[in-house]
């Protein structure tokens, strides 16, 4: 039974940073995608960040690119959402998840995941 938990959420003033952390257990694959979505109030899931434990190649949405760094800890099993220069528009439930077979599905695609943790929340204030 895999499972993934996050924590390191909190609440922020505008420009802070926070890391996020997400530990899983119960799978036995060592090549698989982590990702981070994030979803705001009355908005859809977004995908934030991926990394593949391959060759430690990430993705970055836009909208994160340049502030948010994805990173892993193969050894603790574990994936890691650095975020910095935080704003109120980052405000979200942030989740991460787990894929572990392959498809054409853009590593930011949440229909590629089939694992989720169950989220945890950041508040940024103005």
């Known amino acids: 039974q895999v499972e993934l938990v996050e924590s390191g959420g909190g609440s922020v003033q505008a420009g802070g940073s926070l890391r996020l952390s997400c530990a899983l257990s119960?799978?036995?694959?060592?090549?698989?995608?982590w990702a981070w979505f994030r979803q705001a109030p009355g908005k859809g899931r977004e995908g934030l960040a991926s990394?593949?434990?391959?060759?430690?190649?990430?993705d970055y949405a836009d909208s994160v690119k340049g502030r948010f760094t994805i990173s892993q800890d193969f050894v603790k099993k574990a994936v890691y959402l650095q975020m910095n220069s935080l704003q109120p528009e980052d405000t979200a439930m942030y989740y991460c998840?787990?894929?572990?077979?392959?498809?054409?599905?853009?590593?930011?695609?949440?229909?590629?995941?089939?694992?989720w943790g169950r989220g945890t929340q950041v508040t940024v204030s103005s």
């Open positions: 998840a787990a894929a572990f077979h392959w498809t054409s599905l853009s590593s930011l695609s949440q229909e590629r995941y089939s694992d």
């Open positions: 119960g799978h036995t694959y060592s090549h698989f995608y």
């Open positions: 990394i593949y434990t391959g060759d430690g190649r990430a």
